[in-house]
């Protein structure tokens, strides 16, 4: 990897998104931008129809006062996001990486990812942001909507950070799945770490096949790699497994259906991201 791209906001993951980039850069000497997107200006202080209401002078006067309100919320803004940058850098600096460079933008954050993601090779994000609600474990709203739309992987993190021992692909045979097998035994990230791969589904022979097929792929890049297959249900099995055998980052391919389906049946990369505990890295 030559280059990360790391979003972060004033929400609990801020640290943890912090160690897991320098985890990563660390690992794979490289170069790290930390972005902070401001939402577009709030325009509810535009002015309104007060007529009926206010006589000509003091609709005047409340227009001006909100417009200078507006202005005032605005430098708070940047103010807030600088801090949130300043402090990120330095934490990511402190950890060892050298190259750390930070950008705050005003604009739409999957407009503004897809814009900068270009020259990244990973996006870094955190399960959840400042708005979720952590009571009923919703994640973030911007997280789908980011996954779906980048051109790149993207590293989830979870709310603490843990060193990275040993990590698990769920592995459907599929072509987001068959991706993350190839850029795994390619890239710098992962080798010298224990490989699980994990295929829940019926036990047939193709089933089968592709699993040793992934397998064998790894193994051949240099992995310890430990197959198994396994039945029931996919969100289930792959978090039991995930507890038992202590696996620190979870791999799998994400959201291969569309909106509406999920939102009629769910999905799995939801329901995965959300019940486990550790970071999960999505490949589309």
């Not at 790391?6 to 931008?33: F, K, M, N, P």
Request: glycine share 8%; charged share 25%.
């Amino acid at each position: 990897m030559t280059k990360l791209l790391a979003l972060l906001d004033g929400s609990v993951y801020l640290q943890s998104i912090c160690d897991y980039t320098a985890w990563i850069a660390l690992r794979t000497s490289a170069s790290v931008e930390l972005l902070h997107v401001l939402g577009r200006r709030d325009v509810s202080s535009a002015p309104a129809d007060f007529s009926g209401n206010l006589d000509v002078d003091a609709r005047d006067n409340l227009l001006a006062e909100l417009a200078s309100l507006d202005e005032q919320k605005a430098k708070l803004s940047q103010k807030r996001g600088r801090a949130i940058l300043t402090e990120a850098r330095t934490r990511v600096l402190a950890a060892g990486v050298r190259d750390v460079s930070t950008k705050l933008r005003h604009g739409d954050l999957v407009e503004t990812v897809n814009e900068l993601e270009a020259d990244a090779d990973l996006v870094i994000v955190g399960k959840r942001g400042e708005a979720a609600d952590f009571a009923r474990l919703h994640l973030g709203s911007n997280l789908e909507r980011i996954v779906r739309a980048s051109q790149k992987p993207v590293f989830v993190a979870s709310r603490s950070f843990q060193d990275v021992k040993r990590f698990l692909i769920a592995f459907d045979g599929g072509g987001s799945s068959q991706k993350a097998v190839d850029h795994i035994a390619r890239g710098s990230l992962f080798p010298g770490l224990p490989c699980h791969i994990l295929t829940v589904a019926s036990e047939t022979a193709e089933a089968q096949e592709a699993l040793e097929d992934a397998g064998k792929r790894l193994r051949d890049a240099g992995y310890s790699v430990e197959a198994k297959l396994l039945k029931g249900p996919p969100e289930a099995a792959i978090a039991a497994y995930v507890e038992a055998q202590q696996i620190d980052l979870l791999v799998m391919g994400a959201y291969g259906h569309t909106r509406l389906r999920n939102l009629i049946i769910g999905s799995t990369t939801t329901e995965m991201i959300r019940s486990c505990k550790v970071p999960v890295m999505l490949f589309r």
